[in-house]
């Protein structure tokens, strides 16, 4: 019987007819230069390698789809957002998501005490949507000037290349706002037993807008219709022994049985404006939006069924940004949402390359058709759409052939802004502590002993002027809480109690002057 499989070609599409040998002069002679079939492979093969994600490098993803319920609670959808991927029901938008750790390289165990990323993207009608999340629904800093600083913490020493508690406290003590986050990540909510069983949230506050022009503020959320599942330490440390891709392989396997998992997708929603009556501010990452204030409001439902052909051309090269938004959903002024928003593209811009929105995997679904414009640049794979008159790439052209703008929405929406350019450092309440507090207290017994364990034995790698600030911390957040982390880790509770407020930080509770700026 002949052999039906296709030939090994070169990328020229030369066929191979020995990929075994090296030409050389003679059995044993020097190589020649002019081998073209070599240099292709092994040269190509020394490219293979992109830079891993400057964060969340170590990542699983699957295909499905998004049903949207057309309601968002028990209102039409269209009463908050002309967005036609939430208000049209019995449309299938393709989505892929990406699942994460954050601070561990691309390789890196799967099951380490870390938030895990949740990033969807919509490939809907009206082009792309991704709302890029993570499974914690806050965040340890309100402020994107500092992602650097803090990833900086969280990622290994620059001299040992170890990750270390200490620096990790450092970053924290410095920062009230991030001991809710801390709290969430120290107990079992720490390690998702996998990407399945753990929820999805949108974290920063964005806006929904309607066809009035009407805009709410909203947050978005992802419930898990397998539940939850989380881990203590021990059982990730008895995972992670034998195998550092758990999480991935849970995905994979559960996909291809044909158990597809499924989330609910749910946004809470809040007046636009200051909102001056809450307790905190609903644009501070940092916070829940309590909710039996706010209730989770149901408006669609997302499948994975669907593992990918290559995990390099659709997992690693996929490019997630917060800045794809569709016509409906809007920024907020969250800053930390304005901060990664210039972050995203940028980076990926660089991972990998100007083009990176040609790659099928990033590209809006094939009914979307781009036509734009933008030009050249490294790898260019397609020239976007032109007008009737090709010669014409720009605009606007008096000889209107070329590419025309879009009709303006019946009402659009205008945001009032008004207020002193600054460099602002206060929050509106300067509370950080009420709500890790109450988490602490709704904690299971079991999940209260396993943050407390896990947090001695990272204080014990502290040196005293950390661990006193984080027991001041603790301490303010519940008494309870910061008094058995002092015990259990030796640390002089009174001695921390006494600690002043941090520098240019209010006293737990207290305000500093609302207009502080430095500049
Ligand atoms: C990935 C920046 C905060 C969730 C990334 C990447 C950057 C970045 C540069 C790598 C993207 C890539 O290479 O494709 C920032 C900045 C932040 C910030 C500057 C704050 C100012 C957050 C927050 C969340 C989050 C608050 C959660 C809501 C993610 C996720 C990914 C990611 C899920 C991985 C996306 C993927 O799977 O490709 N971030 N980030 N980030 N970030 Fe952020």
């Not at 750790?101 to 799967?110: D, I, L, N, R, Y």
């Not at 640390?491 to 509770?509: F, M, S, T, V």
Request: glycine share 8%; net charge negative; with cysteine.
């Amino acid at each position: 019987m002949s052999d039906q499989r296709p030939i090994l070609t070169t990328r020229q599409g030369h066929p191979v007819r020995d990929n075994q040998s090296l030409r050389t002069v003679g059995e044993r002679g020097p190589a020649t230069l002019e081998n073209y079939q070599f240099i292709e492979k092994i040269t190509h093969f020394d490219r293979e390698r992109i830079p891993e994600r400057v964060v969340h490098a170590r990542g699983a993803g699957a295909h499905g789809y998004f049903e949207a319920y057309g309601k968002i609670g028990d209102e039409p959808a269209s009463k908050y957002t002309r967005a036609r991927v939430l208000t049209e029901t019995g449309v299938k938008t393709p989505v892929f998501v990406r699942f994460s750790t954050v601070a561990g390289a691309k390789e890196s165990p799967e099951t380490e005490r870390d938030p895990r990323g949740f990033a969807v993207k919509f490939k809907t009608v009206e082009g792309n949507w991704d709302l890029v999340g993570n499974n914690l629904k806050v965040f340890f800093i309100r402020d994107a000037v500092k992602f650097p600083d803090m990833i900086h913490a969280f990622k290994p020493d620059p001299v040992t290349n170890r990750q270390e508690a200490w620096r990790f406290f450092d970053f924290v003590a410095q920062h009230p706002e991030s001991i809710h986050m801390v709290t969430w990540l120290k107990s079992p909510w720490g390690i998702p037993a996998n990407y399945r069983e753990m929820e999805g949230s949108g974290v920063n506050t964005y806006k929904l807008v309607n066809d009035q022009g009407e805009a709410v503020l909203c947050k978005f959320h992802w419930i898990p219709k397998q539940g939850v599942r989380n881990l203590t330490s021990q059982q990730a440390s008895e995972i992670q022994a034998k195998d550092v891709g758990h999480a991935t392989r849970d995905l994979y396997d559960n996909i291809s049985k044909g158990n597809f998992p499924e989330w609910e997708f749910a946004v809470q929603i809040m007046p636009d404006g200051p909102n001056e009556h809450l307790s905190f501010d609903p644009l501070d990452d940092t916070k829940r939006w309590p909710e039996d204030q706010f209730p989770l409001l149901k408006c669609g439902r997302m499948v994975l069924d669907r593992v990918p052909d290559n995990f390099f051309a659709e997992v690693e090269q996929s490019a997630f940004g917060t800045g794809v938004l569709v016509d409906g959903i809007d920024f907020s002024d969250d800053k930390m949402l304005q901060g990664r928003t210039l972050s995203y593209s940028d980076t990926q811009r660089y991972r990998v390359g100007p083009n990176y929105l040609q790659l099928p995997i990033n590209a809006p679904q094939p009914g979307v058709k781009v036509y734009s414009n933008q030009r050249d640049g490294q790898m260019t794979y397609a020239v976007d759409g032109t007008g009737p008159n090709k010669h014409i790439n720009y605009e606007p052209s008096t000889l209107a052939e070329g590419l025309r703008e879009a009709d303006k929405p019946a009402r659009e929406y205008h945001q009032p802004v008004q207020g002193n350019l600054g460099r602002y450092q206060t929050s509106r309440t300067e509370d950080d502590y009420t709500q890790a507090g109450a988490r602490y207290r709704s904690f299971q017994d079991w999940e209260r002993e396993d943050l407390i364990a896990n947090l001695v034995a990272d204080m014990k790698q502290c040196p005293e002027p950390i661990q006193l600030r984080m027991v001041w911390h603790f301490w303010h957040a519940d008494e309870d809480y910061g008094r058995r982390v002092a015990e259990g880790a030796g640390i002089d509770l009174e001695k921390a109690k006494a600690l002043p407020p941090l520098p240019g930080r209010a006293a737990p509770g207290k305000r500093l002057a609302t207009e502080t700026y430095t500049d």
